[in-house]
Nanobody, 120 residues
């Protein structure tokens, strides 16, 4: 599985950004596409995910109401719309492909990361 993420950049507090992630090189049917982020000195944290089959979405409490994830099955893509960005959102954002191969057992695949910097 290859993941191509894009859309990061430098913005000011209150601005918006849209991240894109396109998955390729697989034929899996049961997977989620999602986003994590990692700020300097912190652990990687889950932000949002969308299920490929039914389109269910999942969010971390920290981003509910500000971030919206959407998917486009035909392109094997997921998008993260981030609004009202704050300096605390500054981090490297990683696209995640979670393939469920048996029940709740899964493999994770990661994109290369895209930097988001929010200035105050």
């Amino acid at each position: 599985v290859q993941l191509q993420a894009s859309g990061g950049g430098l913005v000011q507090a209150g601005d918006s950004l849209r991240l894109s992630c396109v998955a390729s090189g697989h034929t899996f049917k049961r997977y989620n596409l999602g986003w994590f982020r990692q700020a300097p000195g912190k652990e990687r944290e889950f932000l949002a995910a969308i299920n490929r089959s039914g389109g269910s979405t999942y969010y971390a409490d920290s981003v509910k109401g500000r971030f919206t994830i959407s998917g486009e099955n035909a392109k094997n893509a997921a998008y993260l719309q981030m609004n009202s960005l704050e300096p605390e959102d500054t981090a490297v954002y990683y696209c995640n492909f979670r393939h469920y191969y048996s029940g709740n057992y899964y493999d994770d695949y990661w994109g290369q990361g895209t930097q988001v910097t929010v200035s105050s």
